[in-house]
């Protein structure tokens, strides 16, 4: 026994993997099997579709552009860079009850948040909070690493261009032009883990003095420890409004997250009636050919207004479908050639 | 010396002349000749790590993700991170390092084995143990019986008798039989005195290093005296001592510059034509690359011309950088980005794949050969899917198709048939392992291994038939083989030929055992009794003869010639008394020959005492006359061997190597065409060449090319190709051709109706591969279904074959056992060397080993196909993976300003292909297969798409790259459309650049994960967890690279924190990841589908037949043996040399024979020049040089090391 053994001792061994011989499925694409796939897919996806588009229509969005290109714009006057600290107010009527929440955003385009450049134009440790990144700014944040050889912070061009126009929102109640304020909700409108981990003040009291010998991005009008001046917790890099924007977008026309209107006699949402938006120009876009503009929008199961999916999942169903009918055809035809 | 591996050794100038002196270590000093130390290592351990990495950078690929590292830390260029290059890149070259390293510590291993063998030296008067490495040129060593020689050495004296001595040179051409080397008279006299050894001071002037092994010239300069040296005075390196009992040789080479070590020159790298397809892809690839960007480049020029510009206000620009600058920053940018088209994991994929590949061959278990314990040998392992797409294979013959083992088979006796066994009713039984065989016990010197089944002829010895006890007696008397009998009863036969040694070992068994012979006698025992003949002549074997003779004395005194030879010759030389046996006989012969069997006639005749005397006086004069001996002795012979008396005749079996018909018939039905090139005559190679079904009667006709001019030749392959297709006779050498890169023309397959053979023999050969004829030659040959080349010569073995590849854009592979194959081995694109007995150098220098002919077709229609299968899948699946993953950066260029913004993520980047991707693509290229090995087996035709191509070629790269295209729109459109101005349940942003990052990564993932689930036809548990394991793999490596704790480890390196948790958790992601998903497979699925119904594919059919047969198909059924009963006939078997006889009566080849060494016989008549003519027999018909190009026998010199190493000493 031990010679023959030894005498095969180089035979290999004989498991399923050494002998490629391990179980499998071998699936095919037989008619019978995708034939009745086609049809259950587009009927799925029909169904799908369905519900999307309904959805989405049932979806109410109001956008309006202020960047006052017309001469009949509200906001003409404004879009002339000379001038400064201007206000203009776009009047708007809702016709019925616009369901609330409502979600106000400002959208702009043209505009490349997405250019590299642009994009890595900003120091992650710095807007984490650690002070020696206050006083070197990474270079990364060229060309706005240092104003006047102080370091700038928050350094980078992402930082420097945040967006500024402000907004109010206006309802007119009775018929002598009396003006209610709609109160605006700037909380939660930033990703909880963008407020709470990946931007950071530093922790000194105040927060002012961490700021010591540094100075504000050079479009900015106010330093970043006194972005808001009602709520401490809402200032330095963890201004929710700073917060959105450094969310950089991924294509040049995009949305922004304003402000929710949530509150008060708003909660149920707009109602129907005449509102002006007084808006603080302060933005300048013209410049680039951007555009401006404020959107109400209120939102369903399936996030914002967006048609598309649904429309693409129709038109997809419909293709699988027919499809479907295509090769039944074909296969009644041609059948499978038995023997060659 | 080469403390940094390199060898930086003295650049001399060529040696001219090499002058040493014996025992004279000052004055060979100043000549630097190397000692015999040898290295084939390449690095030692410090030069190691620069060496290597020097090597590697040299190929592209390596150096291309190189420069892509040197661009990626430029910050204006920088689009990615550095670590997306240097991680792959690392794992690389590490893996490269470790594999390169483990080699070399082999060589290193081997290299000291060998440097460090002991070997006796005369030093100082005495004799030292000493290292091989330390011998020096000059020195002279005492070799021993069964030792391997040191260096080359100038053989100076023998313990054996006349100064000669024995080896064996199988290291070097792989023959196995004994070559014989003789000392100068001179220095034989110094015989084992060590004082005169000491003394020796002779001076050797000789040629300088090469590597020549059949060539010496040399002279030794002696006491005032010149003798010249030639090869048969030198012992090579790598040869052994047998039957010697010791010897001492001057050292002429060492290490180095020993012939042998000459010899190992590096084989030339093998590559697939896969591999050289992909090479141009990879430059097309380059070319695409380098147009993309500049596309891109242009379109970053015009967007900062008209937007850049417009946009300084948010995006000032760095100084001085304007918009042609920005653009060719770009440039740049966009190469590193979109250099995953070529990406660094497709060429360590690739080898992987074919590694485990290679395994698999290793590990079959039906390629493996129980009876000599020979599992099959991958030993490269870069050209598995070659072996799908094999159209010519080359075959040896001997040992290849056949066994090289002869047996004594049948026979026919005074016209009685013997051999066959019938049962009870007279039918004859077909011949098995459990027929039962013969006992010879009755024989103490019989031999076990010989078998028989026929009792009737056992029973006619023991009956004391005078017709088989004379047909015995001649088999044991009229040869040339050797006998040596080192215990007693213990006999080994050195047989010439495998023929003859088959017959003398019948006789032996059934009672006539040639026992020894001197140079004028033959003893043997007959039916237990000890008798002496005396040898009186021996008329030996010629090409033109095709006989021998001998004539003896019988110790009764009665003279006998008996003789044996080609049927047709001995029938004209046969008395008429036995015309009635002739008949019975012929239609024995023609019976033994339908079956395949070589046949010799043998007969006798008893001689005058007087008539011989007066014969012998005629011979000896004409033995001694100067001119025309030849002539004369011929005609001697031919007066003596007439009036024969017929004996009967033998029948041989060539053995065909078991399953030979049925492989050649299956690799036939592949289209795989099989071309014999053997050393063996036509007669010998045409029969084979039936029996084993490579020609066949049905053939419409087999065409013989044996004309001797260049002409004739050209007007008979001319002739055959009429014959075969009369239209296309004249022009057909400008038939369709294909220019091909080096305006080399390549030749269409003529279709040819019907089935022809074609049988060239050596000669005419040599014609037909002139440069004028060959395409002549090709176009003829490739119209036929069988080529038999016969009486080839290793070099011609290679030429046939480099005539395909050059003509033929056609894959082929060659198939030896023998040295003579080595040629052919290394000049085809496989090397099939089959490990048998004939010594280890076809194996050595071959691509796959394998013990058994048969395995071939398991190594093609299995292992082959499902190799190339899977390598294109593999490929079509990778290129598309990562031109879809490549392509939506080019889309998302037209939406970022051309500013070489990636769509994903930098880790997504870098994990991809290493991790997200790797396994599954792998795992299919692992594991698939279409249909299994019995379907493979049971429908050849399934071979077919591989020899066309068909699988992966450049119309199915650019599929491919369309199909990425499709998807790449797909996936970035898509979820641009569905993200576009939306928000999520909770308004908050999902249309940032980091959730559309993760969503698009995630829709390409899943895409190209359900593409391959289309793909993959073999799903095993393996594929599946692969394919399940690494998309949870994605998911648990994304949802960890974005947590808290990886950002607050490092907050520069991890900025997508959260995007996971915030944006995998919409609905809308997920109906968006879906619905991408799902278009990029419809159109996938419809194609097949309509494909499948439309224009089905073989493969596709088979398929379809394995689904509908679900269980396993019924073995094929078991062939019977063929029978043929055609009247070929062989004719005289022997491949036979001339000139043995001469060595047998001359006492050359035995061992002390009773003649002192000073009877004067040491200087007898100078011999014919004895060299080994064996199975490399050199033949040039056009006077050519043989050998010229020396490869031939070329090793490499890890191979070479294996070979020393191996042998059971």
Redesign the interface.
């Given at each position: 026994m031990v010679k023959d053994e030894k005498?095969?001792?180089?035979?290999?061994?004989?498991t399923a993997f050494?002998?490629?011989?391990?179980?499998?499925?071998?699936?095919?694409?037989?008619?019978g099997i995708?034939i009745p796939g086609f049809v259950l897919?587009g009927l799925a996806?029909i169904g799908?579709g369905v519900v999307?588009f309904i959805s989405s229509r049932s979806i109410q969005v109001l956008e309006m552009d202020y960047t006052g290109v017309e001469q009949k714009s509200a906001c003409f006057k404004c879009s002339d860079p000379t001038v400064k600290d201007c206000i203009c107010s776009l009047e708007f009527s809702i016709d019925s009850l616009f369901k609330g929440?409502v979600?106000m955003?400002y959208?702009l385009s043209?505009?490349?948040?997405?250019?590299?450049?642009?994009?890595v134009?900003k120091d992650?440790?710095q807007l984490?909070g650690?002070l020696t990144y206050f006083k070197t700014p990474?270079?990364t944040c060229?060309?706005y690493v240092y104003d006047k050889n102080k370091p700038i912070v928050p350094c980078g061009?992402i930082a420097?261009?945040m967006f500024n126009d402000t907004f109010r929102l206006y309802q007119s109640v009775g018929t002598n032009g009396t003006k209610k304020q709609v109160p605006f909700d700037g909380k939660g409108?930033?990703?909880?883990?963008?407020y709470n981990?990946?931007y950071r003040n530093p922790s000194v009291v105040p927060l002012m003095d961490a700021f010591n010998g540094t100075t504000k991005p050079i479009f900015w009008s106010k330093t970043a420890y006194e972005l808001d001046p009602t709520d401490p917790n809402n200032n330095g890099f963890i201004n929710e409004d700073f917060l959105?924007w450094m969310?950089?977008?991924?294509?040049?026309?995009?949305?922004?997250?304003y402000r929710?209107i949530t509150a008060g006699d708003y909660a149920e949402g707009l109602p129907a009636g005449n509102y002006s938006l007084e808006i603080s120009y302060n933005y300048?876009v013209l410049?680039?050919?951007g555009r401006k503009k404020v959107v109400f929008?209120n939102?369903?199961?399936?996030?914002?207004?967006?048609e598309?999916?649904g429309i693409?999942?129709l038109v997809?169903g419909a293709?699988?479908v027919f499809?479907s009918i295509v090769?039944l055809i074909?296969?009644a035809k041609?059948?499978?050639?038995d023997d060659? | 010396m080469s403390f940094f591996g390199l060898d930086c050794v003295r650049k001399k100038e060529r040696e001219q002349e090499r002058k040493l002196r014996a025992n004279d270590r000052e004055y060979n000093l100043p000549f630097r000749y190397a000692t015999n130390a040898i290295k084939t290592s390449k690095y030692n351990f410090f030069s190691f790590l620069p060496l290597n990495l020097f090597e590697q950078f040299q190929r592209i690929a390596n150096a291309y993700f190189l420069f892509l590292l040197v661009l990626q830390v430029i910050p204006q260029i920088s689009s990615l991170s550095w670590f997306t290059t240097v991680v792959p890149l690392v794992l690389v070259l590490s893996v490269t390092a470790a594999k390169d390293a483990t080699d070399d510590i082999n060589r290193h291993r081997s290299d000291n084995q060998v440097n460090n063998r002991k070997v006796q030296v005369l030093i100082d008067r005495k004799l030292r143990s000493e290292k091989w490495m330390d011998i020096q040129v000059g020195d002279i060593i005492k070799l021993e019986n069964n030792q391997f020689v040191t260096a080359d050495l100038l053989l100076l004296s023998s313990s054996e008798p006349l100064n000669l001595v024995y080896i064996e040179t199988a290291e070097l051409d792989g023959e196995t039989n004994l070559k014989v080397r003789q000392a100068l008279p001179v220095t034989g006299d110094l015989g084992g005195d060590m004082e005169k050894l000491a003394d020796f001071n002779g001076e050797v002037r000789c040629e300088p290093p090469n590597n020549r092994l059949d060539r010496f010239t040399g002279t030794l300069t002696y006491a005032g005296q010149k003798y010249p040296l030639d090869n048969e005075k030198i012992l090579l390196r790598g040869c052994t001592l047998r039957n010697t009992e010791w010897c001492f040789g001057l050292v002429l080479f060492a290490g180095p510059e020993t012939k042998l070590m000459q010899n190992c020159g590096r084989t030339t790298f093998k590559r697939t034509s896969i591999d050289r397809l992909m090479n141009v892809l990879v430059l097309c690839i380059f070319g695409f690359l380098a147009f993309m960007c500049t596309i891109l480049a242009i379109g970053n020029y015009f967007w900062e011309l008209h937007k850049g510009t417009e946009f300084t206000i948010f995006l000032p620009r760095p100084d001085g950088n304007d918009a042609a600058f920005s653009a060719f920053l770009t440039f740049w940018s966009y190469v590193i980005i979109l250099n995953t088209v070529v990406p660094i994991s497709l060429y360590v994929s690739v080898e992987i794949i074919r590694l485990g590949n290679s395994f698999y061959i290793e590990w079959d278990r039906k390629m493996y050969y129980a009876r000599n314990d020979t599992p099959a040998e991958a030993r490269t392992t870069t050209l598995n899917e070659e072996l799908g797409q094999i159209k010519y294979v080359f075959s040896d013959k001997t040992g290849t198709l056949t066994q090289n083992i002869m047996t004594f088979n049948k026979c026919s006796i005074n016209g009685k048939s013997y051999g066959d066994v019938y049962d009870y009713t007279g039918q004859r039984l077909e011949i098995t392992e459990h027929t039962e065989t013969v006992d010879f016990s009755f024989n103490p010197l019989a031999d076990p291994r010989f078998m028989f089944h026929d009792h009737a002829l056992v029973e006619a010895v023991k009956l004391e038939n005078p017709e088989v006890h004379a047909f015995f007696r001649l088999l044991a008397l009229c040869h040339t083989v050797m006998a040596e009998e080192k215990t007693e009863g213990e006999l080994l036969y050195q047989a010439q030929s495998p023929d003859e040694g088959a017959l003398v070992t019948a006789a032996r068994n059934f009672g006539f055992v040639f026992r020894s012979r001197t140079p004028d006698s033959i003893s043997i025992v007959e039916m237990g009794k000890q008798r002496s003949y005396e040898l009186l002549a021996i008329l030996d074997f010629n090409n033109v003869r095709k006989r021998m003779s001998v004539i003896v004395r019988s110790p009764e005194g009665k003279l006998s010639l008996y003789c044996k030879g080609a049927d047709t010759i001995i029938y004209e030389r046969l008395h008429q008394s036995c015309s009635k046996l002739m008949d019975v006989t012929t239609e024995h012969l023609n019976e033994f020959a339908g079956e395949g069997l070589r046949t010799l006639v043998l007969a006798y005749k008893d001689l005058d005492e007087e008539y011989f005397n007066q014969w012998k006086q005629r011979h000896h004069e004409a033995s001694t006359t100067l001119e025309d001996r030849e002539d004369k002795l011929d005609q001697l012979y031919e007066e003596i061997e007439k009036d024969l008396l017929l004996l009967g005749a033998t029948a041989i079996e060539d053995k065909l190597q078991d399953g030979v018909p049925q492989t050649i018939e299956q690799l036939s039905k592949a289209d795989i065409k099989i071309w014999v090139l053997t050393g063996d005559k036509q007669e010998t190679a045409e029969n084979i060449g039936y029996s084993c079904n490579l020609l066949r009667e049905e053939m419409n006709e087999v065409f013989i090319i044996s004309a001797n001019s260049l002409e004739d030749v050209r007007q008979e392959l001319r002739n055959a190709r009429t014959c075969m297709k009369p239209a296309a006779a004249e022009n057909s050498v400008f038939l369709p051709e294909r220019i091909l890169g080096k305006g080399v023309k390549v030749v269409a397959d003529d279709v040819v109706n019907g089935e022809y053979g074609l049988v060239i023999n050596g000669h005419s050969l040599a014609y037909a591969l002139e440069s004028s004829v060959e395409q002549e030659f090709l176009n003829t040959a490739c119209m036929c279904k069988a080529v038999i080349c016969c009486r080839v010569t290793p070099l011609q073995k290679a030429q046939v074959v480099e005539l395909v590849k050059k003509y033929k854009q056609a894959v082929t592979l060659a198939i030896g056992d023998g040295a003579n194959d080595v040629s052919m081995i290394k000049a085809a694109h496989i090397g099939v060397g089959i490990s048998g007995q004939e010594g280890m150098q076809a194996v050595l220098s071959s691509d796959y080993s394998f013990a058994q002919f048969r395995f071939l077709q398991r190594l093609l229609l299995v292992h082959g196909r499902w190799s190339y299968l899977r390598m294109c899948k593999f490929l079509r699946y990778f290129f598309y993976k990562n031109f879809t993953f490549t392509f939506v950066h080019f889309w998302y260029a037209f939406f970022c300003g051309f500013s070489a913004q990636t769509v994903y993520d930098q880790w997504f980047i870098t994990l991809y292909n290493l991790m997200y991707t790797a396994l599954p693509v792998l795992g299919m290229s692992l594991f698939d297969q279409d249909v299994n090995d019995v379907w493979s087996f049971q429908h050849p035709q399934l071979y077919v798409p591989g020899q066309l191509n068909l699988y992966f070629s450049k119309k199915a790269f650019f599929k491919c790259a369309l199909h990425s295209c499709y998807s790449s729109l797909v996936l970035f459109f898509i979820p641009y459309a569905a993200m576009y101005n939306t928000v999520r349940d909770d308004g908050k942003d999902v249309a940032d650049y980091q959730s559309f990052a993760l969503l698009t990564q995630t829709c390409l993932l899943f895409a190209v994960s359900i593409q391959l689930g289309f793909e993959m036809s073999y799903w095993t548990v393996v594929n599946t967890f692969f394919v399940l394991g690494s998309l949870a793999m994605y998911f648990a490596v994304t949802f960890a690279m974005y947590s808290d704790g990886m950002f607050l480890m490092l907050p520069s390196a991890f900025p997508f924190i959260g995007t996971a948790r915030n944006s995998l958790n919409q609905t809308n992601v997920w109906l968006t990841i879906f619905l991408t998903s799902i278009l990029c497979i419809l159109p996938v699925v419809t194609y097949r589908f309509l494909m499948v119904h439309l224009c089905p594919t073989i493969n596709d059919k088979v398929m379809f037949k394995v689904r509908q047969a679900k269980a396993m198909p019924p073995p094929p059924p078991r062939r019977a043996r063929i029978r043929r009963t055609s009247s070929r006939r062989s004719g005289y078997a022997f491949s036979h040399a001339q000139g043995y006889g001469d060595l047998v009566t001359s006492g050359r080849f035995l061992r002390r024979p009773a003649v002192s060494r000073s009877s004067g016989f040491a200087h007898g008549r100078p011999t014919t020049g004895f060299s080994p003519m064996g199975r490399s027999a050199g033949y040039s018909p056009t006077g050519r040089p043989q050998n010229t190009k020396t490869p031939d026998v070329e090793v490499t010199s890890l191979q070479m090391y294996r070979s020393i190493r191996d042998p059971a000493l």
């Open positions: 005498e095969s001792a180089n035979r290999p061994d004989n050494t002998q490629q011989r391990l179980p499998a499925w071998q699936p095919m694409l037989s008619a995708i897919i996806f799908i999307l929440p979600f955003y959208g043209n505009y490349f948040q997405n250019y590299r450049r642009y994009g134009s992650y440790n984490y650690d990474s270079d060229a060309p061009s420097n261009s409108i930033a990703w909880w883990t963008d981990i990946k959105v969310r950089r977008a991924a294509l040049p026309d995009f949305r922004k997250l929710r300048p410049s680039f050919g929008s939102v369903s199961w399936m996030g914002g207004r967006n598309f999916l693409a999942y997809i293709l699988c499809m090769m074909v296969y041609f059948k499978f050639p060659e | -």
